[in-house]
């Protein structure tokens, strides 16, 4: 009867298996006889297939295996898909002539680019990813360059060049004679502060601010704070 039982649990994990790797296109592996499986998808959404089935798959652990499941986009296809987009936004200007309703829909499409890109260059991605959102309202509510946008952490700031025209040169990140990772004041003049990691933007803020007010500048300047600022004091 538990030779039956252990048959019977193998063939579902089979069967499991099987719509798993078709339905979201993925491949799977194992390594060292089967103590751990990996699942390569291609698709967001075969994150939310594969937790379908977690509590299977992971009775199916307890014989010996660990599971691994990764979702990995094919970036050419990500990139395709978000130029229809962002063809039509390569300044913050361009993005500040849409509708509101549109916002979700270049937020996604600047998030794909991002995966795309990165996934190819190397380079910062979570951080960038946390900020999608945030990066494109503040393009859409203030006028920059002219209000001066500062970054607290640098890496956080790719959506940031995606949407101040340098979408087409993110495949040059952190190359020789390409795009900084971090932001760079003589690479655009959206980038008001070259900072590199935490901790400077609210000083450096104060500043432009107290200097704009003394010439008599009308402009706004935003200070976004992020990664390691609050272990840092801030």
Not at 108 to 120: F, I, K, T
Not at 122 to 145: D, Q
Not at 168 to 184: P, V
Request: aromatic residues 8%.
């Amino acid at each position: 009867l538990a030779r039956l039982s252990h048959h019977i649990t193998l063939a579902v994990f089979l069967v499991t298996l099987l719509d798993l790797l078709l339905s979201c296109n993925a491949v799977g592996f194992s390594f060292g006889a089967g103590h751990l499986l990996v699942f390569v998808a291609h698709r967001y959404d075969c994150s939310f297939q594969f937790n379908r089935y977690r509590q299977l798959l992971d009775r199916i652990a307890r014989y010996n295996a660990t599971l691994l499941f990764l979702v990995v986009p094919m970036a050419e296809q990500l990139i395709a898909a978000a130029e229809e987009v962002l063809s039509r936004v390569d300044t913050p200007e361009a993005l500040r002539a849409l509708d509101k309703s549109d916002l979700k829909g270049v937020a996604q499409a600047v998030r794909d680019y991002l995966v795309g890109s990165v996934s190819q260059t190397g380079g910062h991605l979570a951080a960038g990813l946390g900020v999608v959102e945030l990066t494109v309202a503040l393009h859409y509510v203030f006028n920059t360059p002219s209000d001066r946008l500062i970054w607290d952490v640098g890496h956080q700031a790719y959506p940031h060049k995606i949407l101040t025209g340098r979408r087409q040169r993110m495949d040059s990140l952190r190359q020789k004679d390409g795009l900084s990772g971090f932001l760079k004041r003589d690479e655009s003049e959206y980038d008001a502060f070259g900072a590199g990691h935490s901790s400077t933007s609210i000083s450096a803020a104060l500043g432009m601010a107290v200097a704009a007010k003394a010439e008599g500048l009308d402009r706004e300047h935003i200070a976004v704070i992020g990664d390691g600022a609050m272990s840092a004091g801030m």
